[in-house]
């Protein structure tokens, strides 16, 4: 029996519970006591028809969705629906609005581009994303104004999502963390592998009435519709990714739902952050008001101590918190499998860090 022995920080693949690790593994021996693996029966099978069904649902409880959004579990990660998103919502000589927070959106962007007319409503690139851009003006003309609910690489996260008639947002990296009115949204994705399971499956939860608006010559694939038509079963689903998702969601459900994780998150975001902010040799490098509960980013003063720190954390068994290439420092991700009390080695070992170097 595997206890904690290593505090899993790591940005994406991320953190999950263990519980759900030791079902999923269970599931590739002997999937619903069929004596057959997940792996190798039909994705048309009743078994797995169920767990499409029960995905579908706790998605929308979850989310505080009706039944006029429509579930998908699709391949391509969240890479693919920066372009799928405008592809079957950006008309022909109609607008896209983006609100760019990072690379994340970024890539959104350039995809858009690619398939009509896209403009940049804010952006926070004049400070290497390290806030959220407020207080911009939304053109009431756009076909869909897009954001990043959370920016894993800058640490940054959307406490207050702007108002437009069409709101799309990549929640790729905070999904289900924390409570949000869905039925704001026209459309939400996030890949699995953040906060939701495995990768290579992707969710989609689409209001179905703005489908259908666009004029282009739709390749089934990157028609959401077929998907719907289909019920994510056009093509043969990822069936594995899908099936850890919802032991994922499964386990938040049983937990205490989204109220409970975001009481557990903000609890470990509270800790980690205070320490950061006490201690001597480190600062965050996200604005204050838009640190995500999510990704905590900090840096050290003296950088030439990082390979100090670096020896401490790893003899404490901590993993992954090495900040993105494009941040430096460290990066601490808290998604929602994160237990506080990994959180509470990492707070010691900067204690202990200061004592020795401060
Ligand atoms: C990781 C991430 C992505 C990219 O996801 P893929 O599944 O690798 O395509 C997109 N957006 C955000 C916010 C992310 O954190």
């Known amino acids: 029996m595997k206890t904690i022995k290593v505090h899993n920080f790591s940005a994406g693949p991320g953190i999950l519970p263990e519980e759900v690790l030791r079902q999923a593994s269970e599931a590739c021996i002997n999937f619903d006591d069929l004596n057959l693996s997940l792996l190798e029966i039909s994705h048309r099978s009743k078994n797995f028809e169920a767990v499409m069904e029960e995905s579908t649902t706790l998605v929308k409880e979850l989310l505080d969705l009706d039944d006029s959004y429509?579930?998908?579990?699709?391949?391509g990660g969240a890479s693919l629906q920066f372009a799928m998103v405008p592809y079957n919502l950006l008309r022909d000589g109609g607008t896209a609005g983006y609100v760019n927070t990072g690379v994340w959106a970024s890539k959104a962007i350039k995809e858009a581009r690619l398939i009509g007319n896209t403009q940049v409503v804010a952006s926070s690139e004049d400070k290497k994303f390290n806030y959220i851009p407020k207080g911009f003006g939304i053109p009431t003309t756009l076909d869909?104004?897009?954001?990043?609910?959370?920016?894993?690489?800058?640490?940054?996260?959307?406490?207050?999502?702007?108002?437009?008639a069409t709101l799309?947002?990549?929640m790729s990296s905070d999904i289900f963390s924390r409570k949000i009115d869905g039925k704001k949204f026209g459309l939400i994705y996030a890949g699995a592998q953040k906060n939701m399971g495995p990768a290579g499956a992707t969710m989609v939860a689409v209001k179905e009435s703005l489908l259908g608006k666009v004029n282009r010559p739709m390749l089934s694939m990157m028609d959401y519709r077929v998907h719907i038509k289909g019920e994510s079963m056009y093509n043969t689903p990822p069936v594995f990714p899908i099936y850890v998702s919802l032991l994922t969601l499964r386990w938040l459900?049983?937990?205490?739902?989204i109220e409970w994780i975001e009481r557990v998150n903000q609890q470990k975001a509270d800790a980690l952050y205070t320490e950061i902010d006490r201690n001597s040799l480190?600062?965050?490098?996200?604005?204050?008001e838009d640190r995500s509960n999510m990704n905590v980013t900090f840096v050290m003063h003296k950088p030439e101590l990082e390979p100090e720190f670096d020896q401490l954390w790893k003899s404490a068994n901590i993993s992954g918190i090495r900040g993105h290439r494009d941040v430096g420092g460290y990066r601490a991700s808290l998604y929602n499998a994160m237990p506080l009390q990994s959180v509470q080695v990492l707070i010691d070992v900067m204690k202990d860090f200061e004592k020795k170097f401060a």
């Open 282 to 288: 480190f600062f965050g490098t996200a604005a204050k």
């Open 168 to 170: 799309v947002c990549d």
């Open 253 to 257: 459900r049983n937990n205490g739902g």
């Open 70 to 75: 429509k579930i998908l579990f699709l391949g």
């Open 144 to 164: 869909y104004l897009h954001v990043t609910s959370n920016n894993t690489i800058y640490g940054t996260q959307l406490k207050k999502f702007p108002t437009a």
